[in-house]
């Protein structure tokens, strides 16, 4: 079983709601990261943070706002998103840069 | 970044042994290889991970030539349970994981 959690497992929001996604890992990882996922694509690298700094954002638009209180926590605010946005959100978690990634089991994003 | 080339499907059934190549050309000297299993609705998840020659664990083997250039994923007498994608990553340790097309696998009865 995967050490990475996601809420909420399943999320529908409208595209003038603003709404988080939360994630958790106690691995003492210190590196953690947000992919998207599309149907039948792979998984796409949104942001990676670094001991709690953000370390790379691949210019993902600002309506994605990531957040990380500590070193166990990573959200990601969603607003005024639209309906392309609607896929899997995975967190990820690593010991550090360059280190296997561990992922959660993902949070399904449906925007109406 | 390195990029991998995977075979984009294949088929096979319960109790063969499945080899999964991938090619990654441009492969940097200090760029170790990972393999990932993602199942619909999951997130991925890791199965090995290899620098060079042959590793293997509980669940599958990782072959790797010399040259570094490509890497066989060897699942062992697979099962129903092992239809999924599988994803090749190169340079992990460039610290921009990024996955390619993958391989879904089909296991039939």
């Known amino acids: 079983d995967t050490e990475v959690t996601q809420t909420p497992k399943h999320l529908v929001m409208g595209m003038t709601n603003k709404k988080s996604l939360k994630c958790e890992q106690h691995m003492g990882h210190r590196a953690m990261y947000w992919y998207k996922q599309k149907a039948k694509k792979p998984p796409e690298l949104m942001f990676v943070?670094?001991?709690?700094?953000?370390?790379i954002n691949e210019s993902v638009p600002s309506r994605f706002s990531p957040e990380c209180p500590n070193s166990s926590l990573l959200n990601l605010h969603l607003h005024a998103l639209q309906p392309e946005d609607s896929a899997l959100y995975l967190c990820?978690?690593?010991?550090?840069?360059?280190?296997?990634?561990?992922f959660g089991e993902g949070s399904w994003l449906t925007v109406v | 970044l390195a990029k991998t080339t995977q075979p984009i499907s294949m088929d096979s059934y319960e109790g063969q042994e499945v080899n999964i190549t991938c090619s990654h050309n441009?492969?940097?000297?200090?760029?170790?290889i990972t393999w990932y299993q993602q199942f619909p609705s999951q997130g991925p998840r890791f199965i090995i991970q290899g620098y060079k020659t042959k590793v293997t664990n509980e669940v599958a083997s990782l072959f790797i030539p010399a040259d570094r250039k490509s890497s066989t994923l060897s699942l062992p007498r697979v099962s129903l349970s092992d239809t999924a994608v599988y994803y090749c990553?190169?340079?992990?340790?460039?610290?921009?994981?990024?996955f390619g097309r993958g391989t879904s696998l089909i296991v039939h009865p």
């Open positions: 943070y670094s001991y709690e700094k953000l370390s």
């Open positions: 441009n492969i940097a000297t200090n760029d170790y």
């Open positions: 990820a978690s690593s010991q550090g840069a360059g280190n296997t990634i561990y």
């Open positions: 990553l190169v340079g992990v340790r460039s610290y921009i994981p990024t």
